[in-house]
């Protein structure tokens, strides 16, 4: 919370950075929004070497992105992963416009992360939710959509899940307060301040 505190503690000098050339042992994994206005490393106050970070547009799960969290599992025992989902996002606003005029989207690139989120906003969109109460369940819909996909999505990480402690959680991050509500899959002893 010191980010929110304005105090921060980065660890970013180059003594530190030179004891980073022989390896790396982060202490979570972040799977997140490439939006410019949620850097991992500043948000959760970590210098380098602390945060392996994964970033695309609306923290979708795509094959790739399994991928790179397998590979920090399993090559430097992180047992943290926290898909981090944001307010105000870009790419969940797309989605909803997307499905709303049932329209496509010229590029198939960008469509590809539209149809990812789509099974996360499509029941809100059913139930009547409108406004800014749509977008905010949205954003949760889409964080609680690529924990379950990571979690049930790979050998790898449900073995690490099984045998030895992994955790996958979500959290969104606040645009407006600066704060970070851990609220999708966070054990019950976990101690949050």
């Not at 970033?55 to 799960?61: D, K, M």
Request: include cysteine.
């Amino acid at each position: 919370m010191r980010f929110c505190q304005e105090r921060p503690e980065l660890d970013s000098g180059t003594a530190h950075r030179l004891t980073l050339t022989t390896g790396q042992q982060p202490l979570a994994i972040l799977l997140g929004c490439s939006d410019s206005r949620v850097p991992a490393e500043i948000i959760f106050d970590q210098g380098l070497g602390q945060l392996f970070v994964i970033r695309v547009a609306g923290n979708i799960v795509a094959p790739s992105l399994i991928g790179s969290v397998e590979f920090a599992a399993s090559l430097f025992s992180t047992r943290l992963v926290v898909v981090l989902g944001h307010s105000q996002c870009g790419a969940i606003e797309a989605t909803v416009e997307v499905l709303r005029t049932q329209g496509g989207h010229a590029s198939p690139n960008l469509r590809s992360i539209v149809d990812r989120i789509a099974p996360a906003v499509e029941p809100l969109l059913m139930q009547g939710a409108d406004g800014q109460t749509l977008m905010e369940r949205a954003v949760r819909a889409n964080v609680c959509a690529s924990v379950d996909q990571l979690r049930h999505g790979s050998r790898i990480l449900e073995d690490l899940q099984a045998t030895s402690g992994l955790q996958i959680v979500g959290a969104e991050y606040s645009l407006e307060s600066g704060v970070v509500d851990f609220f999708h899959g966070v054990p019950e002893d976990w101690k949050l301040a």
